[in-house]
T-cell receptor, first 113, second 114 residues
Framework: DGGITQSPKYLFRKEGQNVTLSCEQN?????MYWYRQDPGQGLRLIYY???????QKGDIAEGYSVSREKKESFPLTVTSAQKNPTAFYLC????????????FGEGSRLTVL | RKEVEQDPGPFNVPEGATVAFNCTYS??????FFWYRQDCRKEPKLLMS???SGNEDGRFTAQLNRASQYISLLIRDSKLSDSATYLC???????????????FGSGTRLLVRP
C-alpha cells in the first residue's frame, strides 16, 4: 500500500536536545511538506520541498532544519534553537503543485520536558 | 487579519440535524478550495474539493462564493461519526518560485450528540 510513514509516533526529549523526525513516502510524489499543529490551531508550514536536493522555508522555519537527499525521504530536525518545540508534527506529500490533495502521515507528537 | 478564517466552534448538534460552516478568505487571488476532516489526534484527510458551481457528495454539500470570499460546507442528517474538526484549505495563485501555496484554516469543531 502506498502512503506516508512518520516515525516515531510519540517522542519525549529533554530541553536543549536536537530531535529528528522521520518521514518516508512511496507515492512517488515530488513535493513534500512539514507542518506543525498546536492545540486549537491550524497547520503552520515549517519547510517544503518540491524536488530532490531542494527545499524552502515555510512560515515558521526558525529552529528547524530539513534535508531532501532522496525523493522518498524528508526528515525534519527540531533543534535546540526552537523555543516551543512541543507540538504535533505532520508530514505530507502532494501529487502535483496545483493539487489540493495533501497526503498526510499519521503525525509525530513531540513533548519536550 | 488571518488569510483564512473559520469559527472554531464547537458546533454541538443532535443526530439528524443539518449543520453548516463557513470559511472566509482574504486573498482574492485564491484559486482552489478544499475541505479536510481531522479526527482528534489524527492527521487531516481530504473530504472534498469545492467547485465554483457547488458540489455534493452524499450528505455533504460544498459551495463557493467568490464575491463575498467564502466557502461553505453543509452536512445533512448528521451522524455521530461526523464528529470531527473540519479544516478549510485555500490554494493561492503561483508565486515567483511557481509553487502554489496552501493555507489552512484553524478548523471548526463539530460534535454530534445522540
Amino acid at each position: 500500500d502506498g502512503g506516508i510513514t512518520q516515525s516515531p509516533k510519540y517522542l519525549f526529549r529533554k530541553e536543549g536536545q536536537n530531535v529528528t523526525l522521520s518521514c518516508e513516502q512511496n507515492l512517488n510524489h515530488d513535493a513534500m511538506y512539514w507542518y506543525r499543529q498546536d492545540p486549537g490551531q491550524g497547520l503552520r508550514l515549517i519547510y517544503y520541498s518540491q524536488i530532490v536536493n531542494d527545499f524552502q522555508k515555510g512560515d515558521i522555519a526558525e529552529g528547524y532544519s530539513v534535508s531532501r537527499e532522496k525523493k522518498e525521504s524528508f526528515p525534519l530536525t527540531v533543534t535546540s534553537a526552537q523555543k516551543n518545540p512541543t507540538a504535533f508534527y505532520l508530514c505530507a506529500s502532494r501529487p502535483g503543485i496545483r493539487s489540493g490533495e495533501l497526503f498526510f502521515g499519521e503525525g509525530s507528537r513531540l513533548t519536550v520536558l | 487579519r488571518k488569510e483564512v478564517e473559520q469559527d472554531p466552534g464547537p458546533f454541538n448538534v443532535p443526530e439528524g440535524a443539518t449543520v453548516a460552516f463557513n470559511c472566509t478568505y482574504s486573498n482574492s487571488a485564491s484559486q482552489s478550495f478544499f475541505w479536510y476532516r481531522q479526527d482528534c489526534r489524527k492527521e487531516p484527510k481530504l473530504l472534498m474539493s469545492v467547485y465554483s458551481s457547488g458540489n455534493e457528495d452524499g450528505r455533504f454539500t460544498a459551495q463557493l462564493n467568490r464575491a463575498s470570499q467564502y466557502i461553505s460546507l453543509l452536512i445533512r442528517d448528521s451522524k455521530l461519526s461526523d464528529s470531527a474538526t473540519y479544516l478549510c484549505v485555500v490554494i493561492l495563485a503561483p508565486r515567483m518560485d511557481s509553487s502554489y501555496k496552501l493555507i489552512f484554516g484553524s478548523g471548526t469543531r463539530l460534535l454530534v450528540r445522540p
